[in-house]
């Protein structure tokens, strides 16, 4: 962990709760937070899109690259078994991280969509025939939406999806009608990426498994903000983004129920993933690394490592009481600006970090051209890669700002300032 | 450049109060695009006779970089000829690239838009109507010659 926290720690922040995170001290830990644009420090707020990387994580990459790079599960030389147990020891960490039962439920994948793509694939292909259903929600990224789109009409399989109530939250009520014996999967986001809303998984799970359905959970919002844990939520699948939890982009991981996972024909074929090999057939290699073809990305999961043992050092629960704290002033603040919409449910302790807005008369890439311009400030705008959801909310698209561990009130203030100056230029 | 040199008043005017907004009768183009980036959509619509631009509408929904270039486009291209069009797509695409295709004179209110070619990120906004019905023009040519 960084010495600037470790201060913190020692020495509380006059005015701060004991317990309570110091962004202001997290963000020296955060090289490109130091970059200005026309004068002004960034204020990074597309935090939900991709995090900005702590040094420790970047010094943990460099530090494997400089010292131990070598290929791993094969070397009989001590450089490879160095780089083995660095890779293997950041698997161990992922498994702590979810609270997973064991590491041989643990998938290296490039990110959430390959996660949710491998279950797709291989536990899908395997398991989901003609009239069975799927069950998603209407507030589902493309991530979690095309993949069952392409499986269910490779078996002739149907979707459904719970629908949202006019705050953007769940209809549980409705989920329980559209779960039927014919449902063999329920995925569904643990948090929104644009709406925030936190959805209660452990509920759907016990719902899905009551009707005899497995239950995937994209954890892409969750896992880097909130503590996760995948057997109290009783999930089958959770799927992570490392680049969204301060770790390198190209690196995430899948977490498959091991009585599941021990069923799953292979996803990738190729080295590694085998037992033996023949001219006509293969044997495959034990869990997790079955699931694992060719040389995976050591550097970043060993980087991923690298972001669980900062995020936890700082705490998973101050950081979502962090945020919990930062998205309640943002919407009181951004709140005031005549003409702004929010989206998501009005009470913070129903949602993640994410706050998405329209204001009248402006558009949102107008919006994100002119507060990035004039504040220097990163916001997203667009579908956010939910155009269904879009959609339900009758927009084309939406701005939207994220928070993360180094941002503070003082970025919601320069957000506002960006807004209002947005309104200023187009006389709304 | 500055913000100023992007949200120009002739760019803020189109983008409010767009010219040639909606749909034609019997349209010989029609066409719907996206920009899968930003979800910004962009349907046009033309009547095309003896190889004239007729008349040309757009409807849409989008930035106002997006929304305002369609508006001057249709007020450049009404009653123009396909050389015309073809010249005038070329000339804002090189824009785009910070090049001088067009004189000041030729481009009238298109010239608000030399400011976007400072925002990479917002070049496709300006670029979606003329993109829009060039593709629309050359399906046309292919099938019947225009």
């Known amino acids: ?428 | 450049m500055s913000l100023e040199g992007l949200y120009q008043e002739i760019i803020l005017d189109h983008y409010k109060t767009p010219r040639n907004r909606g749909k034609l009768e019997k349209p010989d183009i029609e066409i719907f695009e996206s920009n899968p980036l930003c979800g910004d959509e962009l349907c046009l619509h033309a009547h095309v006779n003896g190889g004239t631009l007729k008349d040309i509408r757009f409807e849409g929904k989008g930035c106002s970089i997006s929304l305002a270039s369609a508006s001057m486009m249709t007020e450049t291209l009404k009653g123009r000829d396909r050389a015309h069009a073809q010249k005038y797509i070329n000339g804002i695409k090189a824009m785009m690239h910070g090049e001088e295709k067009l004189t000041d004179e030729e481009l009238g209110d298109l010239e608000a838009l030399k400011g976007v070619a400072d925002f990479p990120a917002r070049v496709k906004c300006a670029l979606l109507a003329w993109t829009t019905l060039e593709k629309a023009l050359n399906e046309r040519s292919a099938r019947e010659g225009m």
């Open chain 1, 1 to 428: 962990m960084s010495l600037a926290l470790k201060q913190t720690a020692a020495s509380p922040v006059p005015g701060k709760k004991s317990g309570e995170i110091d962004p202001a001290a997290i963000r020296k830990d955060f090289p490109v937070l130091d970059r200005k644009f026309g004068g002004k420090p960034i204020v990074y707020l597309d935090n939900p899109a991709t995090t900005q990387k702590p040094r420790a994580v970047i010094e943990a990459i460099t530090r494997f690259y400089e010292t131990t790079n070598a290929n791993v599960h094969r070397g009989a030389y001590r450089l490879a078994e160095e780089a083995t147990a660095a890779y293997e020891g950041a698997r161990e960490k992922v498994r702590a991280f979810l609270n997973a039962a064991t590491v041989e439920e643990i998938i290296f994948t490039r990110g959430t969509t390959e996660s949710l793509n491998l279950v797709a694939y291989a536990w899908g292909r395997a398991n989901v025939k003609s009239g069975d259903e799927i069950l998603l929600t209407e507030m589902e990224h493309h991530s979690n939406l095309v993949p069952w789109q392409i499986l269910a009409k490779e078996k002739g399989a149907a979707l459904k999806h719970i629908p949202l109530d006019p705050d953007g939250v769940l209809d549980l009520a409705v989920a329980g009608k559209l779960i039927s014996d014919r449902t063999r999967l329920v995925s569904v986001t643990q948090v929104s990426n644009v709406l925030g809303t936190i959805n209660p998984v452990k509920d759907i799970a016990r719902l899905a498994h009551d009707a005899g359905a497995l239950i995937c959970v994209d954890g892409a919002q969750s896992a880097p903000h909130m503590a996760v844990d995948v057997r109290d939520l009783d999930c089958d699948f959770f799927a992570l983004s490392g680049h969204k939890m301060c770790a390198p982009t190209g690196i995430g991981a899948l977490y498959v129920r091991k009585s599941v996972l021990e069923k799953m024909p292979p996803f990738h074929g190729g080295g590694d993933m085998i037992r033996q090999v023949f001219l006509d057939h293969a044997t495959w290699n034990d869990l997790p690394w079955k699931f694992e073809a060719g040389t995976p990305d050591i550097a970043g999961a060993i980087g991923l490592g690298a972001a669980i043992d900062y995020l936890r050092g700082i705490g998973l629960d101050r950081i979502r009481e962090h945020e919990k704290t930062l998205t309640a002033y943002a919407l009181r603040k951004l709140g005031e600006i005549p003409g702004i919409t929010l989206y998501g449910p009005p009470d913070p302790s129903r949602r993640g970090g994410v706050v998405s807005f329209n204001v009248d008369g402006v558009h949102a890439h107008d919006l994100a051209t002119i507060v990035d311009r004039e504040c220097a400030v990163a916001i997203r705008a667009g579908h956010h890669c939910a155009q269904p959801l879009m959609e339900r909310l009758k927009v084309a698209a939406t701005a939207r700002a994220g928070f993360y561990v180094y941002n503070m009130e003082a970025d919601v203030d320069r957000l506002a300032e960006g807004i209002l100056k947005a309104k200023e230029i187009f006389k709304t």
